[in-house]
């Protein structure tokens, strides 16, 4: 059985849900970043979560705990992100959380997997989005709050085809 580690931050509870919906599906348990250790970033697969606060800035408890992610030895290591933000009311910094989270995990050697279309979104600009693609799972809970169940089952099928 592959040793699966969901780290998630969340603020008002959106990431924590969907963190604990995506921990479910591989049958552990989410771990708040808040209270996470280095032990925690040491994973097969390492998924990390977090939603986008102020313009574009991490949540507080992973700005708080940032260091632990850019001490981690990545090297090689399976990792894929998640965020939530707000499409139309921060449409210039959606989920630029998620991408801050990706480029550090890549400075430490991750190998990142999980990236998504991100066709019929409606943001305009996003720090997570290069050329049509996320680098990970965007949710958005403030407008489609419908689709997140979803999002997150085909994301979880796709990574877990991954693992082998
Ligand atoms: C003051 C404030 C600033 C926010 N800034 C952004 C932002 O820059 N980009 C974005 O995509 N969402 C932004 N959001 C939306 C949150 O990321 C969204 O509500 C998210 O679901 C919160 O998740 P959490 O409760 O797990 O922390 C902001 C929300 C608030 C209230």
Known sequence: MANVKVIFGSTTGTTE??????AAA???????????????FKADLLILGSSTW??????????????????ADLNG????????????GFADTYCDAMGILA?????????????????GYGHSSSAAAEDGMFCGLALDDN?????TSSRIGAWVENLKSRLG
Do not use: C, Y
């Open 17 to 22: 849900s969907a963190a604990a919906e995506i």
């Open 26 to 40: 591989f049958g552990v348990q989410a771990i708040n970043v808040a209270n996470a250790t280095a032990d925690d």
């Open 54 to 71: 102020g313009l574009g800035e991490l949540q507080d408890d992973w700005a708080a705990k940032i260091g632990l992610l850019e001490n």
């Open 77 to 88: 290591m399976l990792v894929a992100v998640f965020g939530l933000g707000d499409q139309s």
């Open 103 to 119: 480029k550090t995990a890549k400075g430490r050697g991750a190998n990142l997997i999980g990236q998504t279309s991100a066709e």
């Open 143 to 147: 407008n489609e709050s419908e689709k």
